[in-house]
């Protein structure tokens, strides 16, 4: 009888255990490329100035805290979303780059900037691992943006505050 009742709370256990797992995986966002290993150019917070090609053309001001990661890769590279959600705002800016922001569940949002190409259409629903678009390239070139020094992506989270938080800590762990 001890015996059976021990089996069969491991096996609770067990299960419980894999639920949390499976729960944790739903709650942590997709990195938004497939190429590994991922390099960041750039990190969330990072206290580096900000070197831009022409200094006059910028408008907003230097030194501001940066609010997401760059990731550094090369242009044309398809783009996944991280977590399922609604678009809510997709397309190309007039300065030549374009982006998408998605909306989860939790209220949580996060922005692909950078995009010289764009999926999907305000609206839409979207599911983790779907393309969402494509990267820009070299600067000068349509969908990098006027003021980027090199093909990337710039990979924005908001909290449902609309306060920017670090992406890396929600980032699923591989399992290697």
Same mark, same amino acid.
């Given at each position: 009888m001890t015996t059976k009742l021990? %089996?069969? !709370?491991? &096996?609770l256990q067990a299960l419980i255990l894999s639920?949390? /797992?499976?729960s944790e995986r739903s709650r942590c966002l997709? +990195?938004?490329?497939? *190429?590994?290993?991922?390099w960041v150019s750039q990190l969330f917070h990072d206290p580096r100035p900000v070197i831009v090609p022409d200094p006059a053309r !910028?408008?907003?001001?230097?030194?501001?805290? =940066? @609010?997401?990661l760059d990731i550094k890769l090369p242009g044309g *590279? &398809? %783009? #996944?979303? +991280?977590a399922g959600g609604v678009v809510i705002a997709a397309g190309l800016d007039q300065d030549g780059s374009g982006g998408v922001t998605v909306q989860t569940a939790s209220?949580?949002? #996060?922005? %692909?900037? =950078? %995009? #010289?190409?764009?999926?999907?259409? /305000?609206? @839409?629903?979207?599911h983790r691992g779907q393309i969402l678009g494509y990267s820009g390239g070299e600067p000068g070139v349509y969908g990098?943006?006027?003021? *980027?020094t090199g093909p990337h992506l710039h990979l924005t989270v908001l @909290?449902?505050?609309?306060?920017?938080? @670090?992406? +890396?800590? +929600?980032?699923?762990?591989d399992k290697h």
């Open positions: 021990f %089996l069969v !709370v491991g &096996a639920e949390a /797992r499976a997709e +990195l938004p490329v497939e *190429t590994r290993p991922v !910028v408008s907003w001001p230097i030194g501001l805290a =940066h @609010d997401g *590279t &398809a %783009l #996944y979303a +991280l209220g949580r949002r #996060y922005l %692909l900037g =950078h %995009l #010289y190409a764009v999926s999907v259409k /305000r609206g @839409d629903r979207v990098s943006g006027p003021y *980027t @909290d449902p505050f609309g306060e920017a938080v @670090d992406p +890396l800590p +929600l980032f699923c762990r």
